[in-house]
């Protein structure tokens, strides 16, 4: 018999299972097949979401932003290289008719949003970073991530999601209740929806953007959009020299949204908040450079 918990992530599950059917859209991109959904209007908003690469887990806050804007959200092709990835977001935006956006990246989409922004300054009206820190990786990380490629690759399936899941689940907030119904996700959706080639991409698209050194300083000096985090204070991920970093990285002013104490996963955890946080950076006005 399946707890109570284990019955309330199938229920997050097929509520984003029934979000992508009314909503979902596909694109053939070379030899990558894309998913993605676009709802409401207004202006643009690209949305690249996290590490589990599905944006329909965020389906009650899309739904919300969609209130005010044009939301673009795709799931991520299990491709090794960002040319691939960004072949795949321009093509959706240009099958979309949307010239410019804000961009937002949670988490591992932070990494991407900033390497697609150094690629595309001119579309871009400003940049949200949720969860994430600065993506200025030097050299040194590439053996790291050069031994996560390898050990992905032939690892056992089950340890391979054992550990995965153990990973992202030491973000999720503690408590019996929410922890609980989304490690049940976590296990379905790593276990069932994502495949080897998934974990492989996560970490072979990060290597190819440190070893190409896509992200630095001068791809962004031209750029005159603004730059807001959405940061918690209990996030494991985000440090405190992040900010100055960032600064230091785009050359600008970097405008700090403070989520409390929502952690991590706040984007999955309270929608409407997250919503409400978001909509506040999208309507912040630029600064004067």
Excluded: K
Aim: net charge positive; with cysteine; glycine share 8%.
């Amino acid at each position: 018999m399946r707890s109570r918990h284990q019955i309330e992530g199938h229920a997050v599950l097929a509520r984003a299972r029934r979000f992508t059917e009314a909503r979902g859209r596909e694109l053939a991109v070379g030899a990558a097949h894309w998913r993605y959904v676009r709802l409401g209007s207004g202006p643009a908003v690209l949305w690249l979401t996290g590490g589990l690469r599905r944006a329909a887990l965020g389906s009650a806050f899309l739904e919300r932003l969609a209130a005010t804007h044009t939301v673009v959200a795709p799931d991520y092709p299990p491709v090794t290289a960002f040319a691939e990835v960004d072949a795949g977001l321009s093509a959706i935006l240009a099958a979309e008719g949307i010239e410019r956006c804000d961009l937002v990246g949670q988490s591992y989409g932070g990494l991407l949003a900033q390497a697609f922004l150094a690629a595309h300054p001119e579309r871009i009206r400003r940049l949200v970073l949720s969860s994430s820190g600065p993506a200025d990786y030097g050299r040194r990380w590439l053996p790291v991530l050069a031994l996560a490629v390898a050990v992905v690759r032939v690892l056992p399936r089950p340890l391979l999601t054992r550990l995965l899941v153990r990973g992202l689940s030491g973000l999720l907030p503690s408590g019996p209740g929410p922890r609980a119904e989304w490690t049940a996700v976590l296990w379905r959706t790593i276990g069932r929806d994502l495949t080897r080639a998934d974990a492989v991409s996560h970490f072979a698209v990060a290597a190819d953007v440190v070893r190409r050194g896509l992200v630095r300083p001068d791809r962004f000096a031209r750029w005159p959009g603004d730059v807001i985090v959405l940061r918690a204070e209990n996030d494991p991920t985000q440090a405190a020299e992040d900010v100055p970093r960032l600064e230091r990285l785009l050359g600008r002013p970097v405008r700090v949204i403070s989520m409390g104490s929502a952690g991590h996963t706040a984007v999955l955890l309270a929608p409407d908040r997250y919503a409400q946080w978001l909509e506040d950076a999208l309507a912040v006005r630029p600064l004067d450079m």
